[in-house]
């Protein structure tokens, strides 16, 4: 089959209303295609993730607990409800960690970064539908035609996908992936897709497909977090605001918790994330001795980053989490495509916030540019275009295994510096090349 005709036939794939809510993208002819050797590799990255995750909830626990420094539950806590922060110290969740873990991976010229690390992802019923799509039109994809599928099956054996009003956008591809669960895994199961609303006949597991920053809009959450308490429901993601925080790059690059991370990694997961994990720095205002500097910046204050060339500014600042504008490309700041008035004014408002609403600030790792193609419904011939990649495998964690479903590749047109999905941009699946 031409790749003028997979892209045709992938458009006719769609489910009726489509997959998002009034969202679009460009269709490719063919899976994007990786190495066996970097699929290799995000087999190991998946069980680092899981030791990675797992290391920052014992760290958080231990950090209440007085065991280790308490400026850490200090930190993630900061501008949560106490209620919130009261309930994900509780014993009864204590080891949880997202069963379903996606990081983003930005594709560079000597390998890739982790842009972040995702515990409520979006695009699960998506990257499931295009690794079928495309695995009847005889493509080999990663994970296969029903892996997405398997992998999410196993971590929700059955159950309820709760959504909220906020991630209604969503609602097509999980209402998708459910159908496609109760039509080939009627021994494990039945899964429905709900409002995220009080009912009396919730399922036992449930999938929390909402952030923890809208629970104030979440009508249920106080009779999701009584069955948790006892024990008649079984969430995930678990309520654990700690765990949503962009800033736990920044913790792992700290040196006086260097020794938790290799204790807690190992030493061979802790140097493989160190080649992964891009350098990140707290945007934390507390004044530094007079001898000191900030590492890698040889500055002695950000009053001082504050004045950098953009030559010099090759950052990006983020929000860390607990805020709407914490996920997708919002509440992020390119900080070399702005003028320096625009940017110290940035950074000022990110240290007078930093109470109550931490910011990170990471170095940036431009993509690797790719020749690619596109095809869109009508179209007599297929478009070039330059790219970059936003990879982003899903790992399904459930007891003591890890496994990798598939991979979303979200190809970016090349002036595009923050990769995510976007009206231009190529969504497909990852294939291994032969």
């Known amino acids: 089959m031409s790749g003028l005709a997979t892209v045709q036939a992938v458009h006719a794939a769609l489910p009726d209303g489509g997959l998002f809510h009034e969202k679009e993208w460009r269709i490719a002819p063919r899976p994007f295609e990786i190495s066996s050797e970097f699929g290799e590799e995000l087999d190991k990255l998946g069980y680092r993730l899981v030791l990675f995750l797992k290391a920052c909830d014992q760290l958080y626990r231990q950090s209440a607990k007085g065991r280790q420094p308490s400026w850490v539950a200090d ?10 922060v009261a309930f994900q110290r509780d014993h009864g969740i204590a080891g949880d960690i997202p069963r379903v873990i996606r990081p983003d991976l930005i594709l560079t010229a000597d390998g890739y970064t982790i842009a972040e690390i995702d515990s409520v992802p979006g695009g699960i019923g998506l990257t499931a539908w295009l690794n079928k799509t495309y695995a009847n039109l005889g493509h080999k994809v990663l994970g296969g035609a029903n892996g997405m599928l398997d992998g999410f099956a196993r971590v929700l054996p059955g159950g309820d996908i709760l959504i909220s009003e906020e991630a209604a956008t969503y609602r097509p591809e999980m209402n998708w992936l459910a159908e496609q669960l109760n039509a080939g895994f009627t021994s494990t199961g039945h899964w429905r ?66 020794d938790f991370w290799r204790r807690e990694l190992g030493e061979r997961a802790f140097l493989a994330l160190q080649k992964a994990i891009p350098y990140t720095w707290l945007l934390d205002p507390t ?104 990879l982003c495998p899903y790992y399904f964690a459930h007891e003591n295994t890890i496994t990798c479903g598939g991979a979303l590749a979200t190809l970016c047109p090349d002036d595009k510096k923050l990769l995510h999905g976007m009206r231009d941009a190529i969504l497909a699946p990852t294939g291994i090349a032969a």
């Open 75 to 84: 930190l993630l806590d900061a501008g949560k409800p106490p209620e919130l």
């Open 193 to 258: 897709v709900l409002d995220a609303t009080p009912r009396t006949d919730w399922q036992q597991h449930v999938y929390r497909f909402f952030e923890l920053f809208d629970l104030a809009q979440v009508s249920a959450t106080e009779a999701l977090q009584n069955g948790i308490r006892e024990k008649s429901l079984h969430i995930t993601p678990p309520f654990k605001p700690a765990l949503e925080e962009k800033l736990w790059f920044a913790l792992f690059w700290l040196k006086p918790l260097e």
């Open 287 to 390: 004044p530094l001795p007079r001898h000191a500097v900030l590492p890698r910046l040889e500055a002695h204050s950000w009053a001082e980053v504050g004045t950098f060339s953009q030559k010099k500014r090759n950052f990006i600042l983020k929000i860390s989490g607990f805020s709407e504008k914490a996920w997708g490309s919002r509440g992020v700041m390119v900080a070399a495509d702005h003028p320096q008035i625009e940017w110290k004014a940035e950074l000022e408002t990110a240290l007078s916030e930093f109470a109550h609403q931490p910011r990170i600030l990471q170095s940036f790792h431009p993509g690797k540019l790719f020749e690619t193609e596109y095809g869109l419904p009508g179209m007599a011939e297929l478009k070039p275009m330059r790219a970059r990649v936003r």
